[in-house]
C-alpha cells in the first residue's frame, strides 16, 4: 500500500525533477514521462504494454493499492434531473428510473465521506451538495466568473474532492499543484486515505496487496464464490 508523502514525494522543485518540470503532456504520454510517479502512473517506461495493431489504447492505469483514485481528477459533480430525465426534455432515448430527490441523500453521504470544496450556487443543471467554502478565485477566474454572469451564463468552480478544511484527520490542501501524482498530505480523496484506513481500523478488512486476481471462481449457481489469485 503507498504510503503518502514517502511514495510521491512530490514535494520538489521543477529543478530537482528528471526533466525540469517539462515532463507533462496528455493521456499516456505524460504516464510514460520518467518524471511521473510510477507507481501512480502504470505506463511508465518500466512498466510497458502492448495493444492490438489499430487499436490503440491511450489511457493509463494504476496498478497500486488505491488505484485511478491517487491521481484523478477529483471532480465530484452531481447528476441532476436534465440528465436523468433527459428524455421528457429531449425527447430521446429512455428516462432514467431515478430522480434526483431519490440519489441526493447517497450524494450527500459521499460529500460529507470524501470532502467537497465548492461553491453553492442554486443552479438547476448542477445541484449543490454538502460542500465545504469553494477555493478562492484567482485573478483571471474572477474576471472569467464576472464576465460570464454579466453575460447570463451560469460559471462557478469546479466542485473538488480536495479539502479546504480539514476532515476525519485529513488536513486542508496547501495548494501545492501535485495533485496528479498521489497527494502527499492526503487532502485529495483517494481511498488509501479516505476509504481504506477506516476500513483497516474497524478490523473487518483484510488487505491483499501485491495479488493480482487471474480469476473469478464461478459456484455451481453461476454465482461468483470467490476469486483465484496469485
Ligand atoms: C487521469 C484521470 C482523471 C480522472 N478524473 C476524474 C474526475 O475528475 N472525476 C471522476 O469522477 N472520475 C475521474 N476519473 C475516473 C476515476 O478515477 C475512476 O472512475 C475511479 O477511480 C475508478 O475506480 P475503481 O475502483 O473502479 O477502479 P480503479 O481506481 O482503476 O481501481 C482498480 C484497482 O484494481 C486493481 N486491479 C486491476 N486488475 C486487478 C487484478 N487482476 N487483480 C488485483 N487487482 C487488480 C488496480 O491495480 C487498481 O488498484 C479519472 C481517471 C483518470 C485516469
Redesign the pocket.
Given at each position: 500500500m503507498p504510503v503518502p508523502g514517502r511514495d510521491f514525494a512530490q514535494h520538489k522543485w521543477p529543478y530537482e525533477k528528471p526533466l525540469r518540470g517539462l515532463g507533462g503532456g496528455p493521456g499516456r504520454r505524460r504516464a510514460r514521462s520518467p518524471e511521473q510517479v510510477p507507481l501512480v502512473w502504470t505506463d511508465h517506461p518500466d512498466r510497458p504494454y502492448t495493444t492490438e495493431p489499430a487499436k490503440p489504447f491511450r489511457?493509463?492505469?494504476?496498478?497500486?493499492?488505491?488505484?485511478?483514485?491517487l491521481?484523478?481528477?477529483?471532480?465530484?459533480h452531481r447528476f441532476s434531473g436534465f440528465e436523468l430525465q433527459a428524455a421528457s426534455r429531449d425527447g430521446y432515448g429512455d428516462n432514467r428510473p431515478l430522480r434526483y430527490a431519490d440519489l441526493a441523500p447517497y450524494y450527500d453521504r459521499v460529500d460529507r465521506h470524501i470532502g467537497v470544496s465548492a461553491y453553492k450556487e442554486g443552479f438547476p443543471q448542477l445541484p449543490d451538495g454538502i460542500f465545504q467554502p469553494g477555493m478562492p478565485y484567482n485573478c483571471a477566474e474572477q474576471i472569467f466568473v464576472r464576465a460570464a454572469r454579466r453575460m447570463g451564463l451560469p460559471a462557478t468552480h469546479r466542485r473538488v474532492a480536495q479539502l479546504t478544511r480539514p476532515l476525519n484527520g485529513r488536513p486542508a490542501c496547501h495548494y501545492c499543484g501535485a495533485c496528479?501524482q498521489g497527494c502527499d498530505v492526503g487532502a485529495t480523496f483517494n481511498s488509501v486515505v479516505s476509504t481504506l484506513a477506516p476500513a483497516e481500523k474497524s478490523r473487518k478488512m483484510t488487505l491483499r496487496p501485491d495479488?493480482?486476481?487471474?480469476a473469478v471462481l464461478m459456484g455451481p449457481d453461476g454465482r461468483a464464490r470467490g476469486v483465484s489469485?496469485a
Open positions: 489511457w493509463v492505469r494504476s496498478r497500486v493499492v488505491g488505484g485511478r483514485t491521481h484523478w481528477s477529483r471532480a465530484s496528479g495479488s493480482i486476481v487471474r489469485y
